[in-house]
């Protein structure tokens, strides 16, 4: 499995289900991907929810666990810098980041979502923009991911808590690969 085709597993499991078809064999695409690395998956825990989960009960449990607490919102920006203008500043780099590389995302989510962040690492990894790629993961995605997956550990177990985990490993062992990029 290529690396873009794991950022976009990564983002659509993190992204709000609208069908259960596909989750568990992203799920299994990034397992194996991640051990083709040599990085242990933290994804069977998830990936049995999936399998004995209705549609109802993944989008149920989605909701509750990202939309219904900040805590753990998908927005990295959150994380990082709160409600301030640093935020803002951060929106807007991402944006630029994003035009820079003719990278058009579809929807209406903000710039800091981070299924939406991961789908643009996956068109950099597509377009071997691999410099600017780990550069921008060190810099803009890597250090909210980590911070919220540290919000995961003050809140009750959820199931897409490996899925973060997950993302989180895999952008640090790509970022870890020494290159020389535009930082964001």
């Given at each position: 499995?290529?690396l873009a085709e794991s950022y976009d597993s990564l983002a659509r499991m993190?992204?709000?289900?609208?069908?259960?078809?596909?989750?568990?064999?992203?799920?299994?695409?990034?397992?194996?991907?991640?051990?083709?690395?040599?990085?242990?998956?933290?994804?069977?825990?998830?990936?049995?929810?999936?399998?004995?989960?209705?549609?109802?009960?993944?989008?149920?449990?989605?909701?509750?666990?990202?939309?219904?607490?900040?805590?753990?919102?998908?927005?990295?920006?959150?994380?990082?810098?709160?409600?301030?203008?640093?935020?803002?500043?951060?929106?807007?780099?991402?944006?630029?980041?994003?035009?820079?590389?003719?990278?058009?995302?579809?929807?209406?989510?903000?710039?800091?979502?981070?299924?939406?962040?991961?789908?643009?690492?996956?068109?950099?990894?597509?377009?071997?923009?691999?410099?600017?790629?780990?550069?921008?993961?060190?810099?803009c995605v890597l250090p909210g991911v980590e911070r919220l997956g540290a919000?995961?550990?003050?809140?009750?177990?959820?199931?897409?808590?490996?899925?973060?985990?997950?993302?989180?490993?895999?952008?640090?062992?790509?970022?870890?690969?020494?290159?020389?990029?535009?930082?964001?």
């Amino acid at each position: 499995m290529s690396l873009a085709e794991s950022y976009d597993s990564l983002a659509r499991m993190l992204d709000h289900p609208e069908g259960i078809e596909g989750i568990g064999a992203d799920c299994d695409k990034v397992s194996r991907a991640l051990q083709g690395q040599d990085i242990e998956s933290p994804l069977e825990p998830f990936g049995r929810f999936v399998e004995t989960s209705t549609l109802a009960r993944l989008q149920e449990e989605y909701v509750a666990t990202f939309d219904f607490n900040p805590v753990v919102a998908l927005y990295l920006g959150h994380h990082l810098f709160g409600d301030n203008r640093k935020k803002g500043a951060y929106l807007i780099r991402l944006k630029q980041e994003f035009g820079r590389h003719g990278f058009t995302p579809s929807g209406n989510e903000l710039p800091d979502h981070l299924p939406l962040l991961l789908g643009f690492l996956a068109y950099l990894a597509r377009n071997v923009e691999d410099g600017v790629r780990r550069s921008f993961i060190s810099e803009c995605v890597l250090p909210g991911v980590e911070r919220l997956g540290a919000a995961f550990t003050a809140r009750r177990e959820s199931p897409w808590r490996p899925v973060v985990e997950a993302a989180r490993l895999l952008c640090a062992a790509d970022s870890a690969v020494p290159e020389e990029g535009k930082p964001c």
